[in-house]
């Protein structure tokens, strides 16, 4: 069977079918919040990131001109959301790696259980600078293309290129 | 491109299911501990968030919705312009533009005093005025100003047998 895509659901959102919008949500709610989370949003402000960034999404579909996917736009808002939220809440400070210790990848007990993994994962992220942090996720874990992530973070094909490897040389110590 | 280079561009797509390796790529996948612990890496960046409560599309549509309503955005298509902002403006720049034009040479032949230089009237000064008048106002002000003094029925081009869009498409050509 044919899906249609995201933007052609937008389309028919346009023209009033209600339940477009809802695949629309149900596509892409759930990497939208990962993706935030795994950015540094807190927990319990994910919920209301997704759904703040849908709402301006639908909102102001007429500002969509469709020259970058539907789905790169709604990054590219709940992006800005995010950091919004995060100037707000100036909890967490995103430092450079070169400032801290990095944590020493091998277990000495030679198995590292799920949990300490994304646990030591997330604190290496989080030392990230955060622009390195978005296209490594954008990527490595929503799977766009270097010029979809330009366009989500307002960069360049080739500086997300190379932030890209530059968070992946890093992080992969993490994974060994 | 080296090979582990190779494998690093494709692992993102190939995590998302979108590609498969080839058999040479999977052997240098077994054997490379950089490419193997770059893999492992992005399979769990990928599962980041896998803790998140699972999100509710139905629920975040509905939220959605219930506040475009609040916002009072409609979720059918609106027209960029309504026919009445549409006769509205079109009246707005049909008077604007007739002024400029008639306005320097109808005031040029005052009768009461015919070697006064009235040209230097500025359209701009007289057009600010036009932002109050309703769409009536415009109109009997476009209907008088044909047969003001010195101005041939026919100024400025004969604009009155015009239908709206024509009307438009003229005033346009006019502002380049």
């Not at chain 1, 989500?152 to 190379?162: E, H, K, M, N, Q």
């Not at chain 2, 490379?32 to 399979?43: F, I, M, N, S």
């Not at chain 2, 100003?145 to 026919?154: I, Q, R």
Request: proline fraction near 6%.
């Amino acid at each position: 069977m044919n899906q249609r895509t995201d933007e052609e659901l937008v389309a028919d959102y346009r023209a009033g079918a209600e339940p477009a919008a809802e695949e629309l949500v149900r596509r892409l709610a759930s990497p939208l919040g990962r993706f935030l989370y795994s950015a540094g949003a807190e927990q319990s402000e994910v919920d209301d990131l997704v759904q703040e960034s849908m709402f301006r999404a639908f909102r102001a579909l007429d500002g969509w001109r469709g020259d970058s996917s539907f789905r790169t736009w709604l990054f590219r808002i709940g992006t800005n959301l995010a950091r919004d939220a995060h100037r707000r809440r100036k909890g967490r400070e995103w430092v450079p790696i070169e400032d801290h210790d990095v944590a020493d990848p091998s277990d000495p007990e030679g198995e590292v259980g799920a949990d300490e993994l994304e646990e030591r994962l997330m604190a290496e992220l989080d030392k990230l600078p955060r622009l390195q942090r978005e296209v490594f996720l954008l990527r490595a874990q929503q799977g766009l293309e270097y010029d979809e992530i330009s366009q989500t973070l307002g960069t360049t094909p080739g500086s997300a290129r190379v932030h890209y490897h530059h968070a992946m040389k890093r992080l992969r110590e993490v994974a060994r | 491109m080296t090979a582990c280079e190779q494998l690093s561009e494709r692992m993102p797509m190939v995590a998302a299911r979108r590609g498969e390796w080839t058999i040479d790529e999977a052997a240098h996948l077994a054997s490379c501990p950089d490419c193997t612990a770059e893999w492992r890496l992005v399979g769990r960046v990928r599962r980041l968030g896998d803790g998140l409560p699972p999100v509710d599309p139905a629920s975040i549509a509905l939220r959605v919705r219930e506040r475009m309503t609040a916002a009072g955005a409609s979720t059918q298509v609106i027209p960029i312009r309504s026919p009445r902002r549409t006769v509205y403006w079109g009246l707005a720049i049909a008077a604007a533009a007739v002024l400029a034009v008639a306005l320097p040479r109808w005031r040029s032949v005052d009768p009461a005093n015919p070697t006064a230089d009235r040209t230097t009237v500025v359209a701009g000064q007289v057009l600010s005025e036009l932002d109050d008048l309703s769409a009536q106002e415009l109109a009997a002000l476009l209907r008088e100003f044909p047969s003001a003094p010195g101005v041939e029925k026919s100024e400025p081009g004969g604009t009155e047998d015009l239908n709206l869009e024509e009307l438009e498409r003229v005033l346009r050509s006019w502002e380049g």
